[in-house]
């Protein structure tokens, strides 16, 4: 069962729009939220995290908007670029593990055309 | 800068051969590693969680004696995919928290294996 739900699935977006990828759970033993971003043949990289006792972070161009009410959390990316284009998984951390486990989501597909 | 590295980022090799992967934590020190696997345009699928000191801890469905995990040290944990057939083949990536539980994840850039 999917932890983390995230849609959409992929994404096109034009140079200088706005993109929105959300994110839903269920278990509210989650503590945190971080969004990782990928490209083709790397990693995943920290983009930008959240925890719930906040509503909105803003890092730059990217922020993360959270509704602890409706368990629900979403990345924007403003002035969207050609740069942008990757995979973006969301993810949830249970705080009842000790080891830190992450619940990843299934990934967006960003792209952006210039 | 990374601080956590992956080696190799690319393998290829014949099938029945037993391949190792390792994984650095780059100026900290890591007590937990985790190993991940991921398949063409899918999420990252959580193999096992290894343990400095202890044995590492599997996910349902994942062969133990498969996917020889060894923690050998606070910088270094290895997955060794032994006996690798064809449908082993895949991207595996590790990650590390950079200090306790709580700090975030950081992820290596993954080592593509490719059995023939």
């Known amino acids: 069962q999917q932890q983390v739900k995230q849609s959409p699935q992929s994404l096109i977006v034009q140079k200088g729009g706005i993109s929105i990828i959300n994110c839903a759970y269920e278990?509210?033993?989650?503590?945190?939220f971080p969004w990782y971003q990928q490209f083709p043949g790397k990693g995943p990289a920290l983009l930008i995290a959240?925890?719930?006792?906040?509503s909105e972070k803003k890092e730059g161009r990217f922020t993360i908007s959270f509704n602890k009410s409706a368990k629900q959390f979403s990345l924007h990316i403003m002035d969207s670029q050609p740069g942008d284009s990757a995979t973006y998984f969301c993810?949830?951390?249970?705080?009842?593990?000790?080891?830190?486990?992450?619940?990843f989501g299934r990934g967006t597909q960003l792209t952006v055309w210039p | 800068g990374a601080v956590v590295s992956q080696h190799p980022s690319r393998v290829i090799c014949k099938s029945g051969t037993s391949v190792k992967i390792e994984c650095r934590s780059l100026?900290?020190?890591?007590?937990?590693m985790f190993w991940y696997r991921q398949f063409p345009k899918q999420s990252l699928m959580l193999m096992a969680t290894?343990?400095?000191?202890?044995?590492?801890?599997?996910e349902q469905g994942v062969e133990k004696d498969k996917f020889l995990i060894n923690h050998a040290s606070l910088t270094l944990s290895t997955l060794t995919v032994t006996s690798a057939h064809p449908e082993d083949s895949s991207f595996y990536i590790c990650?590390?928290?950079?200090?306790?539980?709580?700090?975030?994840?950081?992820f290596g850039d993954g080592t593509r294996l490719s059995i023939l």
């Open positions: 990650s590390a928290p950079r200090g306790d539980s709580n700090q975030p994840q950081h």
């Open positions: 278990n509210t033993a989650f503590d945190y």
């Open positions: 959240i925890r719930p006792d906040v």
């Open positions: 993810a949830a951390r249970d705080r009842g593990s000790t080891l830190g486990r992450l619940y």
């Open positions: 100026d900290f020190q890591a007590t937990t």
């Open positions: 290894s343990n400095e000191g202890s044995k590492a801890t599997y």
